[in-house]
């Protein structure tokens, strides 16, 4: 996680989290780091070699009420081992009271303080997918996404190809729309790539000649869907004997990093006569076979090699056969 200022999440996911602010707004420029959250109940205990002050610190009653169990001297001390650090954010669950002295400690070092209404439990987990996903990259590329038999597949290749038009006729097959022309993609997990469409265009989409139409509006809510896992990139390249090499074969899979994420990919040479959308399915049916073990060129090519040892074998014994 390359670094989300605490403003961010308080304006991205402030209402989402119920957050209120309760220490000054100069707060929010911390930077935070990991999307991992921490309870600093040990730390008040007096254990530190371990404490974790690069994430956001949750108190909820388990801290608050162990706090009330101090006084004087130990009171003050527990509060001072957990507010040497250069704590990020401190988050108070369940609107409890803050611990007296809490907030003039934290004020001291420029640390933001919230209260949220919410469980601390369930305002963890809330907390934590939203940090993943002001983490998550992000990038946007030209091309039509489409959703063929449950295989995420973008079309991509130069403006006036037939991306669209491909897309169009995938949809009259059954198939459904993701985002044309503005993709939107999102890094979800280590290797999990999310597409969606563009918030303004929508299932919309562009056809040269005819103009604008609405795709979930003209083929109804199953022809679109509003993200889809990438899996497969088909790129649509116009056909040149001198500039085009294309694989006949398959038996080695070419990838494409997107987002550090390699991704399958498949080239379509494009000339007259081509059926795209056909293609489109063929690829789609063949990384399937393939995710379920099934490899039909390395399968193809170990039969052929078994034929060429045994023909091989075959003119061997003729040739020693002299009777």
């Not at 993709?183 to 999990?192: A, H, P, Q, S």
């Not at 076979?289 to 061997?316: C, I, S, T, V």
């Amino acid at each position: 996680m390359p670094g989300t200022r605490v403003r961010r999440i308080f304006e991205d996911f402030g209402d989402r989290l119920q957050l209120a602010l309760i220490s000054p707004e100069s707060s929010l420029d911390r930077v935070i780091t990991t999307v991992d959250v921490h309870r600093p109940g040990l730390a008040m205990a007096g254990y530190t070699d371990y404490f974790l002050d690069e994430r956001v610190q949750i108190l909820g009653e388990t801290e608050i009420s162990y706090l009330r169990t101090l006084q004087g001297d130990e009171y003050a001390a527990a509060l001072d081992r957990v507010c040497q650090f250069p704590l990020v954010c401190v988050i108070i669950t369940k609107s409890l009271t803050p611990p007296e002295g809490l907030l003039e400690r934290l004020e001291r070092h420029g640390t933001a303080v919230f209260r949220t209404p919410m469980d601390t439990t369930p305002f963890i987990h809330e907390l934590t997918e939203c940090l993943r996903r002001a983490a998550a990259l992000t990038t946007t590329v030209h091309g039509t996404m489409v959703d063929v038999y449950g295989v995420g597949l973008l079309l991509a290749g130069p403006s006036g190809i037939g991306k669209s038009e491909c897309a169009l006729d995938l949809v009259e097959r059954g198939h459904r729309l993701v985002a044309d022309d503005s993709v939107t993609i999102t890094k979800k997990e280590e290797d999990i790539l999310i597409a969606t469409g563009n918030e303004l265009l929508r299932h919309h989409m562009e056809l040269r000649g005819i103009g604008i139409i609405d795709i979930c509006t003209m083929f109804g809510i199953r022809a679109v869907r509003a993200m889809k896992r990438l899996e497969v990139v088909v790129n649509l390249e116009e056909w040149s004997e001198d500039q085009l090499h294309v694989d006949r074969i398959g038996i080695d899979d070419h990838t494409r990093e997107i987002l550090g994420v390699e991704i399958n990919t498949a080239v379509i040479p494009i000339y007259p006569g081509k059926n795209l959308s056909v293609l489109s399915e063929v690829i789609a049916l063949n990384y399937l076979q393939k995710a379920y073990g099934y490899h039909p060129a390395r399968e193809f090519n170990d039969r052929l090699k078994k034929w060429m040892k045994k023909q091989a074998e075959l003119r061997n014994m003729h040739h020693h056969d002299r009777e």
